[in-house]
């Protein structure tokens, strides 16, 4: 995969993994890049070598920008929405399933599928600038595969105002009040060495306890294969409205 079409790229060091991945609009999130990142995910489960994960995206701006409007705009049958909305539902459930814990650096604003990613991880580490919206909802669609992540991480009240409210931005500090950042950090430093310092903690732990939980905090989630190709089913009709593509053709007119 050329970096013109992103990346995703895993490292290991010290029985850490990091999993990074980039795009050069605002590190957002095509098909091929979501299943990239399902996969590595996956892939570095099943790695003995690796006893914790890190996902983190690159740059110093966007941790990421949700969906690429360039794919959502080149959608015209059901079939291939779905399949694009699945993407999503691969990620979070390769997050969901995988036997390590996993740690979520989030160093910028994030929008749509990006906090579901925050939100699907077990330990997510933030900067203030990290502010978090769920746009879903003015664009036609609604929030539905990222939903089930995002509501387990802080409950259906501030899920609902998230949802709801689908223009409005939400700062770091209601995130973290909310829980669904567990630190915030006013610099980069201090963050990546707060990540640093929990994933080196964790890969010094036992793998055996860590794996066990983790089955613990996912517990009442195993029905998510299912019930997240139901929601990428209903992101994949309603992405083909009038209101969804005249949205995007306008916001990228702007843009």
């Not at 079409?5 to 590190?27: C, R, W």
């Not at 489960?45 to 983190?56: A, L, P, T």
């Not at 964790?202 to 939980?213: K, N, T």
């Not at 905090?217 to 992405?239: C, F, H, M, N, Y």
């Given at each position: ?29 095509p ?63 390769a997050?969901?399933t ?58 259906t009240s ?56 983790k089955?613990?905090?996912w517990k009442?989630?195993?029905d ?32």
């Amino acid at each position: 995969m050329s970096e013109q079409n992103g990346a995703v790229n895993l490292s290991i060091e010290h029985n850490i993994g990091t999993i990074e991945f980039y795009h050069p609009k605002g590190n957002s999130l095509p098909g091929a890049i979501l299943r990239k990142l399902a996969n590595t995910i996956t892939e570095a489960g099943e790695n003995n070598e690796i006893h914790v994960i890190v996902i983190k995206s690159r740059g110093e701006g966007a941790f990421c920008a949700g969906a690429s409007f360039d794919e959502l705009i080149a959608i015209e049958d059901y079939d291939t929405g779905k399949n694009f909305f699945m993407g999503f539902a691969l990620v979070l459930n390769a997050m969901r399933t995988c036997p390590k814990l996993i740690i979520v650096r989030v160093h910028g604003k994030t929008v749509g599928g990006g906090v579901g990613i925050a939100s699907a991880g077990d330990y997510t580490f933030a900067h203030e600038n990290a502010s978090v919206k769920l746009s879903e909802l003015a664009l036609g669609i609604g929030p539905f595969v990222v939903g089930p992540a995002v509501e387990r991480k802080v409950g259906t009240s501030a899920f609902s105002t998230m949802a709801v409210d689908a223009t409005n931005w939400y700062d770091s500090k209601f995130a973290e009040q909310k829980g669904l950042f567990n630190k915030v950090f006013d610099s980069v430093s201090d963050l990546n060495q707060a990540v640093r310092e929990l994933a080196t903690q964790l890969a010094q732990s036992s793998p055996e306890a860590m794996r066990d939980l983790k089955a613990v905090l996912w517990k009442g989630t195993e029905d998510w294969d299912l019930l997240l190709e139901q929601r990428a089913e209903i992101s994949g009709r309603l992405v083909l409205s009038d209101f969804t593509k005249n949205f995007i053709n306008k916001f990228k007119s702007k843009s």
